[in-house]
């Protein structure tokens, strides 16, 4: 094997869960590239859900068996493949026994905020799916693999947008002259970014109770498609999703900009997030296991390069699209969301940067390859798909496929 003897980080054996998906496809093969050893751990239920609500990623995505076997024919390296859910905790079990991770790195939940609006059916399952499925991590850890850290995808969602500024997961407050540190306020809004908030307490508690060594990693939203390895094959492309369900709002904006359908800012556009390059997740992620967590110690970073409103997120896209000779066009879309349009917003985001993360900032040529690979794949688009179909407040009882 590539291990170096020399350096303890790269002998490190890596599960990654949700290994399929698009953080955690890129992350894998980072990390195998980079020398660790690496299990992919997914149910494929990602692509499930595209088959039950009909949609598609942008880019066409080989299976996963195809995908590591094309992995292995360049590069020679192997990745570990286990299917399946980790909410069967004898599944869990095996996987742990059999590969004996030295990190976990969870990827594997359901992540759209609009997905777990759609009805009450698909709400039980996100939080179901999301929180036993890291409750069983937290217990194999503790059973099997004591040692092992837990490196855990968070959402900077879990803080809301309050009217102060946002720190890395715990802030000082001096109360009726008395002073502690705690965890930092939450304010979820979608059952999704809920599910996230109760997967961090579930963790606190176990890094107080068992010394459990975990980081969470409060991630912004991710943009862009392409690394350094994804981009070797075909075959080994990442999935860009760009319908109203899953896609993302700089990744839903390149690909309307392609197709020359108006970009969809929700309501005023004043909402503001963090938001960082895919290149910079799987950096943060491999810094994250680098410098473990001490045990007990339940550590968070928030892991984002940069904030924009959606409407500065829609006013670069269409000068980066006027460059390429598109007409880019924007519509205010009535939003199908319960959020603050227009607020403060100022997240702390120092102790990645700390660790040695050199940001991918959101630049001209960053939009102008995003907007070249939209428009590569045009014929792919299906334009029905683009406008969202999940209301917040008329969220239904029974379970529906969205309305074309
Ligand atoms: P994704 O849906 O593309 O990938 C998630 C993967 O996890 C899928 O392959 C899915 O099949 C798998 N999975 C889900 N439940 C599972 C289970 N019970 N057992 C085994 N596998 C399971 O999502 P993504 O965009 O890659 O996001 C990955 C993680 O990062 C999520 O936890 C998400 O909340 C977080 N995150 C994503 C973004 C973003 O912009 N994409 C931003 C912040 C945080
Ligand atoms: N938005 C628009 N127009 C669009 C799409 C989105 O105005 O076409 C707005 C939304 O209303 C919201 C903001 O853009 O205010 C971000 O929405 P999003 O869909 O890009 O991101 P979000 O729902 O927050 O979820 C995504 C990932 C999730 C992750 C989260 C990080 O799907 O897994 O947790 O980003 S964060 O936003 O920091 O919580």
Known sequence: SDRSPNDSSKSQRVMVIGGDGYCGWATALHLS???????IVDSLVRRLFDHQLGL????????????????????????????????????????????????????????????????????VFTQKNNVIGTLNVLFAIKEFREECHLVKLGTMGEYGTPNIDIEEGYITISHNGRTDTLPYPKQASSFYHLSKVHDSNNIAFTCKAWGIRATDLNQGVVYGVKTDETSMHEQLYNRLDYDGVFGTALNRFCVQAAVGHPLTVYGKGGQTRGYLDIRDTVQCVELAIANPAKPGEFRVFNQFTEQFSVNELAALVTKAGQKLGLDVQTISVPNPRVEAEEHYYNAKHTKLIELGLKPHLLSDSLLDSLLNFAIEFKDRIDTKQIMPSVSWKKIGVKPQTVPA
């Open 33 to 39: 590239n980079k020398g660790y050893e690496v299990a």
């Open 56 to 123: 598609d990623s942008l880019t066409p995505i080989s299976s996963i068996h195809n995908r590591l076997r094309c992995w292995k024919a360049i590069t020679g390296k192997t990745i570990e493949l286990y299917i399946g859910d980790i909410c069967d905790f004898e599944f869990l079990s095996e996987t742990f026994n059999s590969f004996e991770p030295d990190a976990v790195v969870h990827f594997g939940e359901q992540r759209s905020a609009p997905y777990s609006m759609i009805d009450r059916s698909r709400a």
